[in-house]
């Protein structure tokens, strides 16, 4: 199987920072690789298909990039809307795996 | 809007059974792949099974093999999770979600989610 893990797990940041975040596979996944983002009692979104392309209607501060084993997840300047719990997961193999998450919560 | 609709999450004893269900609604069911992820209390997102868009192609995590089923009906636009054997550690909120793209024999990202149905184990 292979094992996706997000770095950090959780990290505090304010309104207007450049955040990004981490996700390392324990194998190649080509970039066969996805970005969700996930808020309280909701279902995820997902933000970055295949390692960086822009979801239709994901506003463009978000970016991810990589190819491999390390892709990362980039929001260039954190309003207060994003403040959610972020997942990668791959579907390069079966089973498909997320990451644990990174929770941005507000500084 | 494209929509997906889950139904069936219970409160069900310790080797009880369930049916979840997931009706679609605005696009072409058949045409693409579905899946499973739930999500325990307070824990993070883990896939369950997917199923190709004519029916095959079944995949399971380990944790539900044996257990559960997927199975779709192309002439209804539902998904379907049959749970036997269910344990506490089944006990999560229960997406269903759709593939980006038209199945062609790969899986994608999920771009179309249901809200959830909760599914509880408990004596």
Known sequence: DIQMTQSPSSLSASVGDRVTFTCRASQSVSTSLHWYQQKPGKAPKVL?????????????????????????????????????????????????????GTKVEIK | EVNLLESGGDLVRPGGSLRLSCTASTFIFKNFAMSWVRQAPGKGLEWVSSIGGTGGDEKYADSVKGRFTVSRDNSKNTLYLEMKGLRADDTAVYYCAKDQIPFNGQFDAFDIWGQGTMVTVSS
Do not use: H, K, N
């Not at chain 1, 506003?59 to 809307?81: M, V």
């Open chain 1, 48 to 100: 970055i298909y295949s390692a960086s392309s822009l979801q239709s209607g994901v506003p463009s501060r978000f970016s991810g990039s990589g190819s491999g084993t390390d892709f990362t997840l980039t929001i260039s300047t954190l309003q207060p809307e994003d403040f959610a719990t972020y997942y990668c997961q791959q579907t390069y193999s079966f089973p498909l795996t997320f990451g644990q």
